[in-house]
């Protein structure tokens, strides 16, 4: 599967109240979710993304609550890929299950800039800056989350693994 | 072996367990909100299962956007009232059967020395405060253990932090876990485990060690974690009807990073906006106006937190250009803070008291802030708009400093209104 997009960058620390804020976490349509993703820093983000666009951040990406609306307005909004320096351990999973893609290559970070277009060949591994031609690998998961994403998302995985009751 | 390897291993039918490891663990309690609930029950549905792992594990606490805010929170929490009614689950909680869900757990005596808990909100890891191996995670995952009863772990490393030294005045719980997230950073512990122990972790009443677990997150930490000792002994005999299982560290556990703090030197200490780890001392602060102070949530909502603003507010009063608004934890800390007369204080004090419920800690409803204003919070996120608009600010504070600053008008230790 190829992706080609351009870059949104944002910097360290970025939290699941400035992705989300609160107070929509009453909705749970992720289209009205994406509306509002960002609202705090960059209004009408959701507006300015085209699909395929991928977001570039620094460290901590996805820091603070648990909710899932983080990651699924992030979705909704046409963005596939996240790419940051790292991110914290709730958003991680929470993205993996939903089949947001969020891969950790922190030398990314500094080759590229806000607008940059980049091409993503998940089947090949590897990402590609369109205009300098540098090649990114796109880092492995360990092996027991691959199977979750092969399976589909966790429910498929625990479904297929799991005894039926 | 840590706790935290021990109490995963003997969740997996292991007997050993390393650090970096993935593997699927058993759940002793799964915990949803109002916010998380709804959207792991609609997975859940949308697997047409018949069946629930087990109806005693499952805990919903309706405490986010309750009172229902508006018509979008009454039909979500409809929905989990709806499923707690038709899978007949043991532990629903709402009204004046609740409050908020990391206060009202172990208050409820669902959490134990030993257990296995994974909430749908990232501050489950309170209950680590009670020997118990608890962590957040997002909705998808709660579908899965309530299909399950499962979930599947990495084996966190563990960090020490050791406390040593006796408390100055006016420093609490809070105080100790804002030292270290502005030491170590927000992600600081990323996907780790905090060990706090030592001889003032000995001496920490239940609801400051809660406190201090409550906030590892804000370091990026997966748990904290305290040993159980006579402390958590006494506490869990009051509530709690399982057998407790009590887990120490081996003496060659393994500890990817040690840090060791002399507490008599810690200061009461503030959060600038916007971030849990811009800290600095209460004595640095150039009288910073405010105009809200909110004291409450799962952090500082406690029955003690309570008094502790009581007998600073008693016989005085709340600055004229400052809302104070006093959130006690649950309800069975708003009835007894009620017998003790606490409230009393706060209404003639000027406070507004409101019922137990998230609402402004993560700008849900009630006390949002307008366009520039500044509070202090004993909550445990000042990130922007956490409260409000965009351009408010949040500082936080432990709940003394939160009271003296509510009757000066700025943030400000005690000593300024005349206590020592
Ligand atoms: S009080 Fe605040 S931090 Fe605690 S559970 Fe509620 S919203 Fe989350």
């Known amino acids: 599967m190829k992706i080609q997009g351009k870059v949104w960058k944002f910097g360290n620390d970025i939290d699941t109240d400035v992705i989300i804020p609160a107070r929509y976490l009453n909705i749970s349509d992720p289209k009205i979710l994406a509306q509002h993703c960002m609202e705090p820093i960059r209004p009408n983000f959701s507006s300015l993304v085209d699909k395929g666009d991928i977001i570039v951040a620094g460290k901590n990406f996805g820091c603070g609550s648990s909710r899932e609306h983080a990651p699924l307005a992030i979705k909704t909004c046409g963005i596939q890929v996240v790419i940051a320096k790292s991110f914290a351990r709730i958003f991680f999973r929470n993205a993996l299950n939903i089949g947001l893609w969020v891969f950790e290559i922190p030398e990314l970070y500094n080759l590229t800039k806000e607008g940059d277009r980049m091409i993503i060949d998940l089947k090949k591994g590897f990402i590609e800056h369109h205009t300098t031609k540098e090649k990114f690998t796109i880092p492995q998961y360990p092996a027991f989350l691959q199977q979750i994403i092969n399976s589909g998302g966790l429910i498929s995985y625990l479904l297929k693994n799991h005894r039926r009751k | ?420």
């Open chain 2, 1 to 420: 072996m840590t706790i935290t390897g021990k109490i995963i291993a003997a969740h997996s039918n292991r007997k050993n367990v390393s650090p970096g490891e993935f593997l699927m663990a058993k759940v002793d309690m799964v915990l949803a909100n109002d916010i998380t609930a709804p959207l792991a029950v609609k997975e859940f549905y949308a697997t047409k299962r018949k069946k629930i792992f087990n109806r005693n594990k499952i805990v919903f606490v309706l405490d986010h956007h309750v009172p229902n805010k508006d018509i979008n929170s009454a039909e979500n929490c409809r929905l989990i009232r709806e499923f707690a009614r038709k899978f007949k689950i043991a532990n629903p909680f709402e009204g004046s059967n609740g409050g908020i869900e990391h206060a009202l757990l172990p208050e409820k005596g669902l959490v134990n020395s030993g257990d296995l808990i994974i909430g749908a909100d990232s501050h489950t890891c309170t209950y680590g405060a009670l020997g118990a191996f608890a962590t957040g995670v997002g909705s998808t995952d709660i579908a899965g253990i309530l299909l399950t009863g499962e979930i599947w772990l990495k084996v966190p490393e563990t960090m020490q932090v050791i406390f040593n030294g006796k408390k100055r005045r006016w420093v609490y719980g809070k105080d100790l876990i804002l030292k270290i997230i502005g030491d170590i950073g927000v992600d600081g512990a990323h996907y780790k485990t905090i060990d706090f122990s030592g001889e003032t972790i000995e001496n920490l009443s239940m609801p400051e060690r809660f406190t201090i677990c409550n906030m590892v997150i804000e370091a990026g930490a997966k748990n904290g974690i305290i040993a159980a000792d006579e402390i958590t002994r006494t506490y869990l005999k009051k509530v709690c009807r399982r057998t407790p299982i009590y887990y120490k560290n081996d003496p060659d556990a393994h500890f990817c990073r040690v840090l060791e703090y002399d507490v008599s030197k810690i200061e009461p200490l503030v959060a600038l906006p916007h971030s849990p780890q811009n800290i600095k001392s209460v004595y640095e602060l150039n009288r910073i106006h405010i105009d809200q102070v909110v004291i409450g949530s799962c952090t500082n909502g406690w029955l003690e937190d309570l008094r502790i603003v009581a007998k600073i507010l008693k016989g005085k009063k709340v600055n004229k250009n400052v809302r104070l608004l006093i959130f006690p934890a649950t309800y069975q800390i708003y009835k007894k803070a009620l017998s003790e007369g606490l409230i009393q204080i706060f209404i003639d004090a000027g406070a507004v008291v409101c019922p137990p419920t998230c609402g402004p800690c993560l700008g849900g409803h009630l006390g949002i802030l307008a366009k520039g204003e500044r509070a202090v919070s004993t909550t445990n996120r000042n990130f922007i708009g956490r409260m409000g608009h965009p351009e408010s600010e949040v500082y936080l504070s432990n709940p003394a400093i939160a009271a003296s600053s509510a009757i000066l008008g700025w943030i400000g230790p005690p000593e300024e209104i005349g206590l020592k």
